[in-house]
């Protein structure tokens, strides 16, 4: 029988709904975590080893992230959605909805297409904590960097009533290629600590979106890829990964859900008037910390 207790599944459903969407990583979390506080939970939440229950949890928890998402954005992916049918139907990419739901069909398919192939490879070789606190610490650096290229380019702005509507314009002036590159800076989030939406607002950044811009369209982005990950791993929840652990999944499914709603509420808010440098001092500090622990642990 697999071991996964209500305690340790609510507290990392909590930690997946916040560090998901926090640009500091939530793999890298699940993997430091579990190896700091040592004992059982090491032994019971480790992603590495063959046939995890907990990588299948902790994945399965993004259906959770994913629909807090969803429930946030509803507008917004009402109107891309309805871009994406229209589009197809009259075979045209004109109205700013249109574009920006190919932006986030295209942006999707490298880090999409990555996952599949790599994601097995990058979980056994990297998903221990001295690799995690590696790549957390450079997360920080990236973060930072982000912000201090920032300033090369110029935002977009254009004048819109609705600022949703406004938001959507200023992402899709863009090119569908820059979004795809955008995008496929997701596929570093594969490595454990590397941040997804750190790495797609970083970009967005520096591909000129102003702070708010970059994080919707990170938010908005990241809902395919989580939402298909946690799908693909709920069948194994269903088989014999999921023995004895299934209440403990809804447990921790719930906590995440309303950490991830909690986080975008306030990521939304905060980045209309602040900057990544805050989560880049930390994933720095938090990085070399837990590295400096295992080393003399």
Do not use: C
């Not at 609510?10 to 939530?26: A, C, H, K, N, R």
């Not at 959770?64 to 045209?92: N, Q």
């Not at 702005?157 to 002036?173: C, F, H, K, L």
């Not at 600590?193 to 967005?204: D, E, F, K, N, W």
């Amino acid at each position: 029988m697999n071991h996964l207790t209500y305690p340790e599944a609510i507290v990392v459903g909590l930690l997946q709904g916040v560090t998901e969407l926090f640009p500091v990583s939530s793999l890298g979390h699940s993997v430091l975590l579990p190896a700091l506080i040592g004992g059982r939970w090491a032994r019971d939440l480790n992603v590495s080893t063959p046939e995890s229950p907990y990588l299948a949890f902790v994945v399965g928890l993004h259906v959770a992230t994913a629909l807090a998402l969803v429930v946030f954005f509803w507008r917004d992916w009402l109107r891309i959605i309805t871009g994406f049918v229209t589009s197809v139907r009259y075979r045209r990419i004109q109205h700013p909805d249109e574009r920006l739901a190919w932006m986030i069909v295209l942006a999707t398919i490298p880090v999409g297409v990555t996952g599949l192939l790599l994601e097995h490879t990058f979980r056994t070789v990297l998903g221990r904590p001295v690799p995690a606190a590696i790549f957390l610490t450079v997360n920080g650096i990236l973060l930072y960097g982000a912000e201090r290229l920032r300033r090369r380019a110029a935002a977009v702005d254009v004048p819109q009533t609705d600022p949703a509507v406004a938001s959507d314009r200023r992402i899709a002036a863009d090119t569908l290629g820059g979004a795809t590159l955008v995008g496929s800076a997701q596929i570093l989030a594969l490595l454990p600590g590397i941040s997804r939406s750190g790495v797609t607002l970083g970009a967005g950044l520096m591909k000129g979106l102003a702070h708010e811009d970059a994080a919707r369209f990170s938010f908005l982005l990241a809902t395919p890829v989580i939402l298909a990950a946690g799908v693909l791993k709920i069948p194994d929840l269903f088989g014999s990964l999921g023995d004895g652990i299934r209440g403990q999944v809804l447990a921790g499914s719930l906590a995440s859900g309303v950490a991830a709603y909690l986080s975008v509420r306030f990521l939304t808010r905060y980045f209309e008037t602040r900057t990544l440098t805050p989560f880049a001092v930390y994933s720095v500090v938090a990085g070399l910390a837990s590295l400096i622990w295992l080393s003399v642990a």
